[in-house]
């Protein structure tokens, strides 16, 4: 535990004391006063609630649809099905003002249903909600659907052979070894609908407002720092409470499991029922992820001169950008893939320690680390950028204007994916497999090795790919300190969104459709490396 307990410390918690402690602290005295006045203005507690359920109806309707495809991907086998988990996971990937942007350009005035049925729905929260499953639609089919794809399916064979209905036995067998990993997908997303800003700020108008997006307001537009850190202290405890919840309910449910050979799971659609489920999937792929994926592409291809590639010409030299760039803005493209491999690297150590330390139940202070982990979700990244710059500047750790810091706010938000991704698995290994291998004479890193390692190999490779994708798309706390001539792929978009001018539209739509194409290239690499089956053997 100790590299994870450092890294948080010195990463995540000094910063965001820094930075509470300076807007409640202005003048060297404590103004407590300020919370109660904050807390007492109705104003707040509206963005308050309404942060709030919009995270659980979000949650709810993410769930809802993406546990079928969660199935599909681990049980059934189907042409091009690689690269279509691929593309599901690009939307995890994209700025949330970029996914605002598609929304709005599909929902809003002048969109495809206003110009088809005249029908609007910018300005709604359906508008919201339908943004967030686009955007959370991965992370629950990616972490439950890893999880899935390792069950043993002759359990739940066994227990109809005994009399159980299909239902009956998905219920009393399956649904219990994925609670862990349900739960796990469930608190992520709630973290990131709860944390809205990018999606609710450009969909859902002045009227509406969550937590992160009136810190901004307060921080960066009323210059409000004592309401912001009442606010950010707000959002610290209401998620550290949903943490510790998560961790009662979930380690209730914990146990080890027999775990199998992906690839021994999964086969063609069998009958009417199955051929029908896949078909729904594929249906709801294409009208919740594709089609404003589509309109991405598209914007990016409608120049003024028709339909062509002048906007991503565009991107290859600076006085195309008119001025927001010190550098031709294709070089971001580089730019975020270096900072992605070592943020991804960064985030699998830590959080790969994370877990192993996690998976030894060793009291109530690891338990405790467990919830802390996902802090960094639950928190405005506008704090932790704005703590960054004021904490991270001054010797023995004065990294403002190194390249390493980039990737370190990037693997914050990484570590807790790649944890809650191994940590179902891990813990489902059964210990009996480590004690007998104790017994024939190998050392704990052998141990691990020759037991754990293979059996969570593919868990890893997913962790890898979710922690790659998220940092290829972190904005909130990137772009207060990327610097000006090297900005990544999020902040890159952002700037040219924020100026007038269809070239700047454009060329931002060009550069979230390379973003888009990255991340499904990545992804793809990932998905099509597979565990030596050597080593794996007959888990």
Known sequence: ??????????????????????????????????????????????????????????????????????????????????????????????????????FLAVLGRGGLLDETWGVRLDNTVWAILLAHVFFNYAVVVRTVGGLWSQLDPRQEEAARVLGAGRLTAWRRVTLPALAPAVAAAALMVFLFTFTSFGVVQILGGPARSTLEVEVYRQTAQLLDLPTAAVLTLVQFAAVGAILA????????????????????????????????LLGGVLASVLVLILLPLSVLVERSLDGPQGYGFGYYRALRSVADSGG??????????????????????????????AAAALTRRAGRLVRGFDALLMLPLGVSAVTVGFGFLITLNKPPLDLRTSWILVPLAQALVGVPFVVRTMLPVLRAVDGRLREAAAVLGASPLRAWREVDLPLVRRALLVAAG?????????????????????????????????????LNYGQAMALSTILMVVCALSLLVLE?????RSVSGEF
Do not use: C
Request: net charge positive; aromatic share 12%; hydrophobic share 55%.
């Open 1 to 102: 535990m100790a590299v994870p307990v450092a890294f948080f410390a010195l990463f995540f918690a000094y910063p965001v004391v820094a930075i509470v402690a300076r807007g409640l602290r202005p003048s060297g005295t404590w103004q407590l006063g300020r919370i109660g006045e904050v807390l007492g203005d109705p104003d707040i507690l509206g963005v308050l609630w309404f942060t709030t359920w919009q995270a659980v109806t979000s949650t709810a309707l993410t769930l809802l649809l993406a546990l079928p495809a969660a199935y599909v991907f681990a049980r059934f086998e189907f042409p091009g099905k690689q690269l279509l988990r691929a593309v599901v996971t690009v939307p995890f990937v994209l700025p949330t003002v970029v996914v605002g942007t598609a």
């Open 245 to 276: 919840v998560h961790a009662w309910t979930v380690r209730r449910r914990e146990g080890a499991l027999k775990l199998v050979d992906p690839a021994r799971t999964s086969r063609r659609p069998r009958g009417t029922g199955q051929w029908a």
């Open 324 to 353: 927001t760039f010190l550098v031709p803005p294709l070089e971001a493209v580089w730019n975020s893939l270096q900072y992605a491999v070592v943020a991804t690297a960064i985030a699998l150590v830590v959080g790969g320690l």
């Open 466 to 502: 979710f922690a790659f994708a998220v940092s290829l798309g972190e904005f909130g706390a990137t772009v207060f300190i990327a610097r000006p001539d090297n900005p990544t792929l999020p902040v890159a978009v952002a700037r040219l969104l924020g100026r007038a001018g269809d």
């Open 528 to 532: 099509r490396i597979r565990p030596d």
